[in-house]
Structures are given as C-alpha cells and as structure tokens.
C-alpha cells in the first residue's frame, strides 16, 4: 500500500467525524426553547438593561500591566538561562537591570497614568 494511501484514509475518517458530528448533534439536539433557555447568561444573575451599554475602558491599563509583566518575564527567563551557563557573573547583573529598569519605567508610566488608582 502506497504511504499517500494512508494520508487519504485519515483525511476522509477526519471529514466523516466532523459531517458526522454536525448530523448528530443537528439530529438529536431539544428543539423547545423557552425564556431560561435564550437568554444571556452572566454568572448568574438575571441580565439588567440593554448589553449595549457604555463602560468603562480604563481595564486597558490593566493589560497593558499584564503585558509588561508578563512577556518581560518572558523574555528574562531565557537570558538568565543563557547568562547563568557563561560564568560572567557580571553580564547577568546587566541582563537582571536593564529587567528592572523596564519594569521600574512600566510601573512609574501606570502610577502617573492612575492605573494603580481604583477608587478614581
């Protein structure tokens, strides 16, 4: 048997689960529906208003800290890594404050931006 046979025969067994699937759930799936049942959930609680409200966008910041933390961090383990194998201890204090450095600068940006402020 040719090794493309075999590539064949998966995509086909993929394509008939995923039709079959489709038909299934089409098939067997309750067809009452009644107030409970198409209405928006949100934890719990009976939805108040109409969703197209205006918010608040300030959660921005609060990514943006993510953000910094998050993909710095990211980028730090793998230079301490690097720089933990090569027996320069002083390459790594450099790596470890220019990290802080960053972080310092993220941190000075979101307290004057009032970030960090949650009873504005």
Same mark, same amino acid.
């Given at each position: 048997?040719?090794?493309? #046979? $075999? =590539?064949?025969? &998966?995509?086909?067994?993929?394509? +008939?689960?995923?039709?079959?699937?489709?038909?299934?759930?089409?098939?067997?799936?309750?067809?009452?529906?009644?107030?409970?049942?198409?209405?928006?959930?949100?934890?719990?609680?009976?939805?108040?208003?109409?969703?197209?409200?205006?918010?608040?966008?300030?959660?921005?910041? #609060? $990514? =943006?800290?993510? &953000?910094?933390?998050?993909?710095? +961090?990211?980028?730090?383990?793998?230079?301490?890594?690097?720089?933990?194998?090569?027996?320069?201890?002083?390459?790594?204090?450099?790596?470890?404050?220019?990290?802080?450095?960053?972080?310092?600068?993220?941190?000075?940006?979101?307290?004057?931006?009032?970030?960090?402020?949650?009873?504005?």
């Amino acid at each position: 048997m040719p090794s493309w #046979v $075999a =590539v064949v025969l &998966l995509f086909a067994l993929a394509f +008939l689960f995923a039709v079959g699937s489709l038909v299934g759930t089409m098939a067997l799936k309750p067809r009452r529906k009644y107030r409970a049942k198409v209405t928006a959930y949100e934890s719990g609680m009976e939805p108040i208003g109409d969703a197209r409200g205006r918010h608040s966008i300030r959660f921005y910041l #609060v $990514a =943006v800290t993510f &953000l910094i933390f998050d993909v710095e +961090l990211l980028f730090f383990y793998p230079w301490a890594l690097y720089f933990n194998m090569i027996d320069d201890r002083v390459s790594l204090f450099g790596v470890g404050a220019v990290f802080l450095a960053i972080l310092a600068t993220a941190f000075v940006y979101e307290w004057r931006k009032g970030a960090l402020d949650w009873n504005r």
